[in-house]
C-alpha cells in the first residue's frame, strides 16, 4: 500500500474487489484446464478414430482387390461356360434343342430330368417301359407327370 488512498472504505472495496478479481482469474484458470484436458481426450479420441480408419480403409482396399481377382476369375470361367454351351449346343439335334429353349421358358430349370431305373428323376413317378427304352435309345422323350425331358 502506498498511501495514495487515504479512505479505509475505499481500501476495503479495492481488496475486495482484487480478490474478486483473483476468484474471476482462478475460475477462467480452472476453466481453461478443463478445456485443455477436454482438447487433449479429444485429440487422442481423433488420433483412435483416425488410426481404425486407416486400418478399415486398408482392410477394405485388400478386401476389394481380392474381390476384383474373383470377379475377373469368375467372368473368366463364366466366359468358359458359355464357349462349352455353345460347343454342346451344337452337338444337340435342333428340334430337341428347340422344345428344351421352349419347355425352359414354360416350367423354368430344370428342364431334363434323368431316369433312375424306372423313375424319373425329378417327379419322382414311374415311366412306362416303351419311354423308359425310348430315352434311353436317345430320342426326345417326356415325362407323363412333370412334363420334363428324360434322359437316361
Not at 483473483?22 to 481423433?46: I, P, T
Not at 466366359?79 to 444337340?92: A, V
Request: net charge negative; hydrophobic share 40%.
Amino acid at each position: 500500500y502506498g498511501g495514495a488512498i487515504r479512505n479505509p472504505r475505499e481500501l476495503e472495496d479495492l481488496q475486495a474487489k482484487l480478490a474478486s478479481l483473483q476468484r474471476h482469474k482462478e475460475d477462467l484458470e480452472d476453466n481453461l484446464f478443463e478445456a485443455m484436458f477436454a482438447r487433449e481426450e479429444a485429440d487422442s479420441a481423433a488420433a483412435e478414430a483416425a488410426s481404425a480408419l486407416a486400418r478399415r480403409e486398408e482392410q477394405w482396399q485388400a478386401r476389394h482387390a481380392e474381390l476384383t481377382v474373383r470377379r475377373e476369375e469368375l467372368q473368366q470361367y463364366l466366359s468358359s461356360l458359355e464357349d462349352d454351351t455353345e460347343k454342346m449346343e451344337q452337338r444337340i439335334p435342333a428340334a430337341i434343342l428347340d422344345s428344351y429353349r421352349h419347355l425352359q421358358q414354360q416350367i423354368g430349370n430344370p428342364v431334363i430330368a434323368r431316369l433312375n431305373g424306372n423313375i424319373c428323376g425329378i417327379c419322382g413317378i414311374e415311366v412306362i417301359s416303351p419311354r423308359r427304352r425310348a430315352a434311353q435309345a436317345g430320342k426326345e422323350v417326356y415325362c407323363d407327370s412333370c412334363g420334363r425331358l428324360l434322359v437316361a
